[in-house]
């Protein structure tokens, strides 16, 4: 039985984009620490001139003036610490893979290195580096973790210049950024069926179809080899392609027919697709044109060899590269005869093989995938594939002998397909047999920190369990409650959200109101709830919890003190900082006395509570604690797992806020490439890291790296989390105060007022954050010459910031040096001087002699100083100038 995922793990604040800082940041890489005895060598191994891993080259036709816009885009080095790429985009078939591959081999010579990475997901760009570390130093590799490996060719990318790296078939192009972001010795170049999501400065080739002369060349070259085609023949070929509508994919494969059956015409062939029309009239214009190409060639097929349909309509509800030979090779059948086949299929052109494994182009899957007319005596063909994909992985998920459980390795080489037929399930279609193999993958996959790519997998479980055992079973509940929080781990707040809302009443009906379970369902909704922004509903929710949990569980269940983590952030988001420490100091102590010092909730607990000194101010307490606690997170969880990244981003930003930019940035650089990796692009601890990095680029005097970033953070949160969550309002407090900072008062003012506005609206008058935004605006207004709003302003704001944070805390210390700051402006050093010095002697004492802020508060005293005596006087010299101190940016 699935059991209840209970998460009470610190999901910081603020927020943060990526593709566009990706292309900025420095190396950083991911995965397992590496041995010392490896963790020099990707500096030292070099790679053989030529050396690669591409398929054999294939007849691309029609194309020189595409091949020169890729050379001329990856040549062009506008910006030498910026590794060039180019996407190609277009529809499936329309020869995007066929291009980048004759780019490839034609300037193999001009490239120390080409590796060919099958991009469809996070899992097959891994694997496709591990084969390059395999490549590289073998001897090493068959001993090394899968993440080591990927770690390992990652560096010497790094390390090592002139490479070519070639994405095929890009799903996501969030997927490329931790490596075109850290990679910066050598070009990239992606394929993807994908028009949107690319960087705005990323250049992209919309690929269509071939014009009538290149297409009826290379129908010609495919048919008749070398051969001269007669004027009939050339006539009947050019008839041809404009009936496939010019379009690379059906034309390469009716070619291939037309190759293996040199008795039939190009007019004959034209004539039967005729007799396919009414049988295909599903999918997209390209999908009926190709079904019926193929109904002409499986028909072919089924009279030459049987079997090479049938592993064919197995192969296409697989993941579509690298499947092995063994997996299409039932039980009583001989290797033999399926090798045999899968040449037969080469040679039609319907798939492409290595000798070991094969891969099926995605549009082929889509089509053998759907319903075909068919005797209604006979089972549907695409289900008895189906049937045979199931069975042969379960077969090859068998234990080797001696063994009670499958390998790492089998696991490792399963996953993509049993993820694929997760995603592909049909809906009166289910395999009992298969409901284990997809709850291990998930549990696995989740320990690995890709809960995302579980979904699938969850997915296909609930719809299992709801069939099998009922919509309302304990095992079912478990499941959708599962699969909520694996949509609340991808930052889809919209599915997750109503599916805990509609486990919580399922459990409270029949369960009832204070069982286990149904209150893990209160839990997990609160902190929904919470992480959605809605305090109004997560605390009075949290609370009603931990009431339940502390009566029906007892006070010390780990239960009751995820309860109490939970509701403690809670008021910290809330900005109730009175309750907050004490209950996460008494959280810490009990989880230290029942779980254990490394236990991952006491990980947890010690982290929030740093984060929480931090908030106050008191550095001195929060640093070595969160020292300390990353420390160990890296030994218990490792070093790329969430936890650890979130811990690894508190550090980096607790060095900022202290005035240590020399340790926070390669942190936060290294910290955002891990969670573009492991978590991708738009979730919202990704968002926060990038927020985080912005922010710490901008502090660091570097406003053309941070404001691209803070823009595209703003535009993603706002489309991630919508437009009045708090970490969207972070965003946008951030990036208005970078225009204003750099002298664009015209965007700044307005952004900042209504950001106030909203924070006003939905976080209340006194949270720190609405405080901020308040503190940013006067300062403002104080730039612009409005001292008339900012005096007042920022009077308000100190009074609220000494009732609500306390007298020391380093934003009460940023607005008495502001507000003192603007007494000067306006002539009245009366009340700046006195200010100005409580405000110095409180820095040196809470912040340190060293720290940015209090240099500046010293200086801009000194300033004060001048200016007095210079009036007291009569002397017209000018001051010093003073440096205005501003609140720093949000950076939890």
Not at 87 to 115: E, F, M, N, P, Q
Not at 590 to 618: I, K
Not at 625 to 635: R, V
Request: hydrophobic share 40%.
């Amino acid at each position: 039985m699935s059991t209840d995922e209970d998460r009470s793990r610190l999901e910081i604040e603020a927020a943060g984009p990526r593709s566009i800082a990706a292309q900025r940041i420095g190396n950083a890489f991911t995965g397992d620490v590496l041995p010392v005895e490896a963790l020099h060598a990707p500096s030292k191994v070099t790679a053989a001139l030529g050396t690669s891993n591409l398929p054999p080259a294939a007849l691309c036709m029609g194309r020189e003036k595409e091949l020169g816009w890729l050379r001329r885009i990856l040549t062009s080095r506008r910006e030498s610490a910026i590794a060039l790429s180019g996407t190609v985009h277009g529809l499936g078939g329309i020869g995007k893979s066929t291009l980048a591959l004759h780019y490839a081999h034609r300037h193999r010579g001009d490239y120390a290195l080409i590796w060919w990475i099958n991009a469809a997901s996070p899992d097959e760009i891994e694997t496709s580096l591990t084969s390059l570390t395999h490549t590289l130093v073998p001897s090493w590799a068959t001993t090394a973790s899968r993440r080591a490996q990927v770690a390992w060719a990652m560096q010497w990318l790094a390390w090592h210049p002139g490479w070519l790296l070639v994405y095929d078939n890009v799903e996501d192009p969030d997927d490329l950024t931790p490596y075109t972001g850290a990679l910066h010795q050598g070009h990239h170049l992606a394929t993807s069926r994908r028009t949107t999501g690319w960087p705005d400065n990323a250049p992209t080739l919309t690929l269509g179809n071939l014009d009538p002369d290149d297409a009826t060349a290379l129908l010609c070259r495919l048919v008749f080899k070398e051969a001269t085609p007669t004027p009939r023949q050339q006539t009947e070929a050019r008839s041809l392609a404009t009936e496939l509508g010019h379009f690379p994919l059906a034309i390469k494969q009716a070619g291939a027919y037309l190759a293996q059956n040199r008795g039939i015409s190009p007019d004959s062939y034209r004539h039967r697709l005729h007799t396919k029309l009414a049988k295909t009239a599903h999918g997209t214009s390209s999908e009926r044109t190709l079904a019926r190409i193929w109904n002409v060639t499986l028909h072919a097929l089924e009279r030459v060899d049987p079997l090479a349909v049938e592993v064919l309509y197995t192969a296409a509800w697989l993941a579509p590269d690298g499947i092995p030979y063994s997996l299409l090779t039932p039980a009583a059948a001989n290797p033999d005869d399926v090798a045999e086949a899968v040449g037969t299929l080469s040679a039609y052109s319907m798939v492409t093989e290595t000798g070991t494994t094969l891969s099926v182009h995605r549009l082929v899957q889509t089509v053998l995938r759907a319903p075909q007319s068919t005797d209604d005596t006979q089972p549907p063909r695409h289900l008895l594939g189906r049937d045979r994909a199931e069975q042969a992985v379960l077969h090859n998920l068998t234990p080797p002998p001696g063994q009670d459980a499958p390998t790492e390795d089998q696991w490792d080489t399963l996953t993509p397909h049993l993820v694929t037929l997760a995603a592909t399930r049909l809906p009166q279609h289910h395999n009992a047999s298969l409901a284990y193999a997809y709850e291990f993958t998930e549990r696995r996959l989740h320990q690995q920190g890709h809960t995302v790519r579980a979904i699938p997998l969850l997915e296909a479980t609930l719809a299992l369990r709801e069939r099998v055992l009922g919509d309302v079973h304990p095992d079912t509940l478990s499941s959708r409650n599962n699969l909520a929080l694996a949509y609340k781990s991808a930052g889809d707040l919209g599915r997750a959200i109503p599916l805990l809302e509609a486990t919580l009443a399922q459990r409270e009906q029949v369960l009832g109101d204070a069982h286990p379970d149904t209150l893990t369902s209160r839990n997990n909704l609160a902190y929904a709830y919470y992480v959605a922004g809605d305090l109004g509903r997560a605390i009075p929710l949290h609370q009603a919890t931990l009431a339940l949990r502390e009566q029906v569980l007892g006070n010390a269940h780990p239960d009751t003190l995820s309860s109490r983590n939970n509701l403690a952030l809670a008021y910290k988001s809330a900005g109730d900082l009175g309750r907050v420490i004490p209950l996460l100091e008494a959280t810490l102590a009990q989880r230290e006395q029942v779980l254990g010092d490394a236990h991952p909730d006491t990980l947890t607990s010690r982290n929030n509570l740093a984060s929480a000194y931090q908030e106050v101010g008191d550095l001195g307490r929060a640093i070595p604690l969160l020292e300390a606690t990353l420390a160990q997170c890296e030994q218990v969880l490792g070093d790329a797992h969430p936890d650890t990244l979130s811990s690894r981003n508190n550090l980096a930003s607790a060095y900022y806020v202290a005035g240590d930019p020399g340790r926070a940035i390669p942190m936060l650089e290294a910290t955002l490439a891990q969670c573009e990796q492991v978590l991708g692009d738009a979730h919202p601890d990704t968002l926060t890291s990038r927020n985080n990095l912005a922010s710490a680029y901008y502090e660091v005097g570097d406003p053309g790296r941070a404001i691209p970033m803070l823009e595209a953070t703003l535009a993603q949160c706002e489309q991630v989390l919508g437009n009045a969550h708090p970490d969207t309002l972070t965003s946008r407090n951030n990036l208005a105060y970078a225009y204003y900072e750099v002298g664009d008062p015209g965007r700044a003012i307005p952004m900042l007022e209504a950001t106030l506005a909203q924070r006003e609206q939905v976080l209340g008058d006194t949270h720190p954050d609405t405080l901020q935004s308040r503190n940013n605006l006067a300062y403002a207004y104080q730039v612009a010459g409005d001292l008339g709003r900012a005096i007042p302003l920022h009077q308000a704001t100190l009074a609220l910031r000494e009732r609500v944070l306390g007298d020391a805390h380093p934003d009460t210390l940023s607005s008495r040096n502001n507000l003192a700051s603007a007494y000067q402006e306006v002539g009245d050093l009366g009340r700046a001087i006195p200010l100005l010095e409580a405000t110095l002697a409180q820095c040196e004492q809470v912040l340190g002699d060293a720290h940015p802020d209090t240099l500046t508060s010293r200086n801009n005293l000194a300033s004060a100083r001048q200016k007095a005596e210079a009036v007291q006087h009569g002397s017209t010299a000018t001051p010093t100038t003073a440096d205005d101190s501003q609140q720093p940016f949000t950076a939890d």
